[in-house]
């Protein structure tokens, strides 16, 4: 909703520790654009934020149940994340992940507001690790599934591509020809049309299927 030209985002915190909790919330409350929400109401966040130290079995549980609950985007504070476990993040909607060390109340809040607008945000060697990842699934054959460029316009490959390279959407305008407003359109067409999360899940979606 918008209070003036100010944008505010409902944000839930998800923590499996109550200090983590505790000093996360202390860090986004009273933070202008940011309203925070109960942990128990999925459905009336925009923005989930989960803390953990490691990104184990139990927090993945947690993040594929809030994905089944809603529609809210996952924003993710953690070390320690290993290659399959990013990928498996980014599976469950994952747009945003920041280091616990760099989690700061303004890099939080960039990311919350990015994860809500429908950007993603990966550290730049994080998003190395996934690609690296994601290109390593086994592939199906397309003729069983019906896969290929026929799935997908040249302006979309072409836009899948360079969100690929982390091209934001300014860049993907100046370099494609497009204005803004167009690539905005293009990316949320994909992720309408083949029910993705975010563009980091779209990019996996699209190495994955071998479409980019």
Known sequence: ????????VAVAVHAFDPVSHAGLT???????????????????????????DRVGAEVLMRMRDIARQGCARLVLVADHVTEQELFSAVECGLAGLVPRAESTGPRLVAAILAARSGHGQLPGDLLGVLLRQVRHQPQRLAASRGLGLSRLEPREVDTLRLLAEGFNTADIAAKLAYSERTVKNVIHRILHRHGLHNRPNAVAWAVREGLI
Do not use: H, K, N, Y
């Not at 909703?1 to 505010?8: I, K, L, N, R």
């Not at 929400?37 to 934020?49: E, G, L």
């Open 26 to 52: 202390a860090l986004l409350r009273d933070r202008p654009g940011i309203r925070l929400v109960p942990r128990s109401d999925v459905r009336a966040a925009q923005v989930i934020v989960i803390i953990t």
């Open 1 to 8: 909703m918008q209070e003036g030209d100010t944008v505010t």
